[in-house]
């Protein structure tokens, strides 16, 4: 009764809402990188932030690290976010940003095995048990608050162990996105040739831990092509409060069509931004408490708890804290070279105070960049924790976290 309960309470604050909620202005609404006109396109608009992958707070899963936390509420807000903003690139690449969520109808298989990697399980891949675990590699208890650039380094170490979608996240450092840099980690070979996507993404070899013939032919004809990108850009746009300098150029952010969102919201309040109207940006709020649900491998998902069917939140973009993660996805080489013309020319070169560079090379007196690799083994550390104090007992443990 309780899960029923949750699942309507969902819905209890009907969409149109939204509508008489909206301020009363001729300024178009931007999200993701679409555009409506509230005047003819009000339908579309609400279809277009209902789709979007909503995760919040879950209770009742099991306890992470086996003795750890079953509920992450108080705490994950901004892990959620990072999910958030993963799930949306991960929508574009396999079903396209003009996908839309219809609960009337039957979806696509793509979807659900999206939703799968998601689940507040320990052996889905961008759990919230996968992400809190990770980030003790970056300094972060389990339990404990994340800022947008912690989040985005957890995504960048996970997604190296999805051999199904085979993203490449590229984390920019010192607010500066170096081409050669990107272009490098994203051609380089994949590890998805070396073993067939499992429900997860994760590899699946034989019980020798041999990968089958089959696998290792493809290996070898498998050309070194471009593995889609999702490219994070942790900034600061400001000391306690965001510049007013920033706003217009943050705005044109949420144009590009290569917008995946941003990581941002107040102090200790994460909320994922996926647009604006006027001087209000538009975001989902994780926020809310739900049920876990409880899926086998492989079946569909109740999904209705997965999409924000409620009023979605707006605020003031003077209100929000200077400490943001932006977040682009390029599906091909072509569409990252498309979005480097957008950012030369709508955001370097009209403006005077840049929020961050653009440089064709990587910088001489940086370190030398070496791309992300998998290691050599067939979990993200989590599976070996029983108990969040026995995460460094042994030099192997750590270093399977920071990978």
């Known amino acids: 009764m309780e899960a029923v309960l949750a699942k309507y309470e969902n819905q209890i604050n009907a969409f149109s809402e939204f509508l008489e909620d909206l301020p009363d202005v001729d300024e178009p609404v931007w999200i993701l990188g679409a555009c409506y006109n509230l005047k003819t396109k009000k339908p579309e608009l609400l279809s277009d932030v209902r789709s979007r992958l909503w995760f919040t707070y879950r209770k009742k899963f099991s306890p992470i690290g086996g003795t750890g936390p079953s509920s992450d509420a108080g705490w994950g807000c901004m892990l959620r976010c990072g999910q958030m903003i993963l799930a949306q690139a991960l929508v574009c690449r396999h079903l396209g940003r003009d996908w839309r969520w219809d609960p009337e109808k039957r979806q696509p298989k793509e979807y659900h095995r999206i939703l799968h990697c998601f689940l507040d399980k320990k052996d889905s891949c961008y759990s919230i048990h996968q992400m809190a675990q990770m980030g003790v590699g970056e300094g972060k208890s389990v339990g404990e608050w994340y800022g947008p650039n912690t989040v985005a380094q957890v995504l960048k170490k996970l997604a190296l162990f999805d051999d199904w979608n085979t993203l490449a996240v590229y984390v920019s450092m010192d607010n500066t996105v170096v081409i050669e840099d990107i272009k490098k980690q994203c051609k380089q070979p994949g590890r998805e040739s070396r073993s067939r996507a499992g429900p997860c993404g994760r590899g699946e070899e034989q019980a020798s831990g041999q990968s089958c013939p089959e696998t290792l032919h493809l290996q070898s004809q ?45 102090p200790n309040l994460a909320y994922y931004f996926i647009g604006f109207i006027d001087d209000e940006l538009i975001y989902l709020d994780p926020h809310t408490t739900q049920q876990a649900v409880d899926t086998e491998s ?28 932006l977040g682009f996805f390029c599906k091909s080489e072509e569409d990252f070279d498309s979005w480097c013309d957008l950012v030369q020319q709508e ?27 998998k290691p050599d083994v067939q979990t993200t550390g989590a599976e070996f924790i029983e108990s969040p104090d026995k995460l460094f007992e042994s030099e192997e443990e750590f270093e399977i976290l920071n990978v």
């Open 347 to 373: 955001l370097l070169k009209k403006r005077n105070l840049r929020m961050f560079e653009l440089v064709e090379k990587h910088p001489s007196h940086w370190p030398p960049f070496v791309p992300p690799t």
């Open 222 to 266: 498998r050309p070194l092509d471009w593995r889609p990108l999702l490219l994070v850009i942790p900034l600061r746009m400001g000391i306690n409060s965001i510049n007013p300098v920033y706003i217009q150029a943050f705005k044109e952010c949420f144009k590009m069509p290569q917008s995946c969102g941003v990581l941002g919201g107040k």
């Open 298 to 325: 492989g079946s569909s998902v109740d999904d209705q708890s997965y999409h924000c069917q409620r009023t979605p939140h707006r605020m003031k973009i003077t209100s929000l804290d200077p400490s943001v993660a």
